[in-house]
T-cell receptor, first 114, second 116 residues
Framework: SAVISQKPSRDICQRGTSLTIQCQVD?????MFWYRQQPGQSLTLIAT?????????ESGFVIDKFPISRPNLTFSTLTVSNMSPEDSSIYLC???????????FGQGTRLTVV | AQTVTQSQPEMSVQEAETVTLSCTYD???????LFWYKQPPSRQMILVIR??????QNATENRFSVNFQKAAKSFSLKISDSQLGDTAMYFC?????????????FGQGTILTVHP
């Protein structure tokens, strides 16, 4: 199994500011995934982060709003930029380990924008 | 693109009884996998069960089993001997195989409440 540490677990931020969420995995993984879960809703994939290349974004998500870094095989960050109240959500990172088996999730970051 | 649909926003069951959660999906992929995840109030996503599309045999995991109907694109979850700890949001999820493995498409979720 893979253990994922995600920080912060929650934050309250002012509109117009940015928040960076960190995801640390205890295994080396090729791909890391970032999801958004809006209040009372399901999870939606934001982007896939590969080490050494630019992240691949899903429809409706753009790099300027959600820049992602992937400096090595065990770490990734997601930044939520220029936040508005509509960005209030839970953000989760995920990895698959071992390959082609179970997807593990971080504990999630509950973001509230005021 | 694939879609996953859960038509039951909420379900309830008495402790020790059996409940079935429904899920349908649509895809043009031949190589894919289906999952049920549980999300308790702690927000932690927990894998309940996994099914490979190429396997005809339905997956089982202790009290949890699925009814996988590939032709009908149906993937329901049966929870037997329900326990209070089963109370959670349940998500059905899909991923294609190969290089897309891990990119999950989720259904809308079903809130399950187990009553004592």
């Amino acid at each position: 199994s893979a253990v994922i540490s995600q920080k912060p677990s929650r934050d309250i931020c002012q509109r117009g500011t940015s928040l960076t969420i960190q995801c640390q995995v205890d295994s080396q993984v090729t791909m890391m995934f970032w999801y958004r879960q809006q209040p009372g809703q399901s999870l939606t994939l934001i982007a896939t982060a590969n080490q050494g290349s630019e992240a691949t974004y899903e429809s409706g998500f753009v790099i300027d709003k959600f820049p992602i870094s992937r400096p090595n095989l065990t770490f990734s960050t997601l930044t939520v930029s220029n936040m508005s109240p509509e960005d209030s959500s839970i953000y989760l990172c995920s990895v698959v380990w071992p390959i082609d088996t179970e997807a593990f999730f971080g504990q999630g970051t509950r973001l509230t924008v005021v | 693109a694939q879609t996953v649909t859960q038509s039951q926003p909420e379900m309830s069951v008495q402790e020790a009884e059996t409940v079935t959660l429904s899920c349908t999906y649509d895809t043009s992929e031949n190589n894919y996998y289906l999952f049920w995840y549980k999300q308790p109030p702690s927000r932690q996503m927990i894998l309940v069960i996994r099914q490979e599309a190429y396997k005809q045999q339905n997956a089982t995991e202790n009290r949890f089993s699925v009814n996988f109907q590939k032709a009908a694109k149906s993937f329901s979850l049966k929870i037997s001997d329900s326990q209070l700890g089963d109370t959670a949001m349940y998500f059905c999820a899909f991923t294609a195989g190969g290089t897309s493995y891990g990119k999950l498409t989720f259904g809308q979720g079903t809130i399950l409440t187990v009553h004592p």
